[in-house]
């Protein structure tokens, strides 16, 4: 399965565009919206159009730049999926998320990232295959090196360890975008806005 991953649009409709001429260009299955598609909630104007015009399936999470009530609202009038706190499955691949972050305007506990993420896992626990979708970084990692603003979540690192997803995606840190890290059997990516391209 070919899926583009991106996140930290923040409001920006070139780049939405360029995204899913992207996702186009390069065949993917699914397009996966990382988090922080708006900037403080300011437009939701042609930030998920351009993915469906060309024919994508998109899933997304919000991030501390918007309420779950936007990204509901962008998942049901796309028809999408919000997966924050929720979970799909594609074959024998699960694809679980949370949303929002440790810091921001619309922030969530550690306790609730990790009892969401779990909520989640435990949907597509007998996939063969996993993805874990937040906007934060797990904590101790390279990608927390790189800011002095944005602590990384230790709910995210709990919960890579614990479930121990194929690949983990965040976006967040714009300064660690495109690093991939590994956590045991966890490839951990910061998709940023640019996108990556996974294969699995």
């Not at 939405?16 to 988090?35: C, F, P, Q």
């Not at 899933?59 to 706190?85: R, S, W």
């Not at 305007?105 to 435990?122: A, H, P, T």
């Not at 990384?152 to 121990?164: L, M, T």
């Amino acid at each position: 399965m070919k899926i583009l991953a991106a996140g930290d649009i923040h409001g920006d409709q070139r780049q939405s565009n360029r995204l899913a001429k992207k996702a186009e260009k390069e065949g993917v299955d699914l397009v996966i919206l990382s988090g922080d598609l708006t900037m403080a909630e300011s437009s939701v104007d042609g930030l998920i159009g351009p993915f469906r015009k060309v024919g994508k399936r998109v899933v997304l999470i919000p991030g501390n730049h918007e309420t779950i009530a936007t990204a509901d609202f962008l998942a049901n009038l796309y028809g999408m999926k919000n997966l924050h706190g929720y979970s799909m499955e594609i074959g024998d691949l699960g694809i679980f998320g949370c949303g929002s972050a440790n810091i921001g305007l619309f922030q969530l506990s550690e306790k609730e990232i990790y009892d969401l993420l779990k909520k989640g896992f435990d949907e597509v626990k007998n996939r063969s295959k996993k993805i874990m979708v937040t906007h934060v970084h797990p904590d101790r990692t390279l990608m927390e090196k790189l800011t002095n603003i944005f602590p990384g979540s230790s709910a995210v690192s709990r919960a890579i360890k614990k479930f121990e997803p194929d690949i983990a995606i965040c976006s967040h840190v714009h300064e660690a975008e495109g690093i991939e890290e590994q956590i045991g059997k966890t490839k951990l990516i910061n998709v940023g806005k640019e996108g990556k391209i996974i294969e699995i």
